[in-house]
């Protein structure tokens, strides 16, 4: 799959690992700003069975 990716990443190997890291940083980004508080209220992650 990476190589599929990679081999559609337009330009030589500099851009290809430029353009890499932008997108890796916008999946980021969308994730922690975006999925995460949108699932947050849905999950307890505060609620634990450990301890008293």
Do not use: K, Q
């Given at each position: ?18 353009t890499a890291?932008?997108l890796a ?6 994730l922690w ?20």
């Open positions: 799959m990476y190589g599929w990716i990679w081999r559609l990443l337009p330009g030589n190997r500099v851009t290809r690992v430029l890291l932008v940083g916008l999946v980021a980004a969308v700003y975006v999925v995460f508080p949108w699932i947050e209220p849905r999950i307890s992650l505060d609620l634990t069975t450990v301890g008293r």
